[in-house]
Nanobody
Framework: QVQLVESGGGLVRAGGSLTLSCQAS????????MAWYRQAPGKQRELVASFTSGGIKNYTESVKGRFTISRDNSKNTVYLQMNSLKPEDTSLYYCNAVFADGSAWYNSWGQGTQVTVSE
C-alpha cells in the first residue's frame, strides 16, 4: 500500500500562485503513475496532471502552460506548481498513485487539499 499526504492548498487571488505537495509513504520510483486530480462541488473528478515513472508528463488542456508537475525522488514527493490561477481552478485537489504489487495494480488517494481562487 501507499499512503499519500497532500499539503499546500489555500486561498489565493486570481492571477496568483500556489504549490501543492504530495508525499508518498514509499519511494515514488516504484510507483507507476503519480497524478493530481481535482473535484469541484457538483462536478466529476478530473485529471489535472500526471507523471509516469518513465518521466512522461501529461496535463489537461485547461491547465497547460500554467501548471507544472514535478517530483523530488529523494523526498518521495510530487509537486503541482500552479501559476496564473483562475476562479475556475477552485477545487479540492487530490493526489493519486497507481502502483503494482505483484501482478496486481492498485490505486491510492490522498485526503485532498482545498484550493480556492477568488476574483
Amino acid at each position: 500500500q501507499v499512503q499519500l499526504v497532500e499539503s499546500g492548498g489555500g486561498l489565493v487571488r486570481a492571477g496568483g500562485s500556489l504549490t501543492l505537495s504530495c508525499q508518498a509513504s514509499r519511494s515514488i520510483l516504484s510507483i507507476g503513475i503519480m497524478a493530481w486530480y481535482r473535484q469541484a462541488p457538483g462536478k466529476q473528478r478530473e485529471l489535472v496532471a500526471s507523471f509516469t515513472s518513465g518521466g512522461i508528463k501529461n496535463y489537461t488542456e485547461s491547465v497547460k502552460g500554467r501548471f507544472t508537475i514535478s517530483r523530488d525522488n529523494s523526498k518521495n514527493t510530487v509537486y503541482l506548481q500552479m501559476n496564473s490561477l483562475k476562479p475556475e481552478d477552485t477545487s479540492l485537489y487530490y493526489c493519486n498513485a497507481v502502483f503494482a504489487d505483484g501482478s496486481a495494480w492498485y490505486n491510492s488517494w490522498g485526503q485532498g487539499t482545498q484550493v480556492t481562487v477568488s476574483e
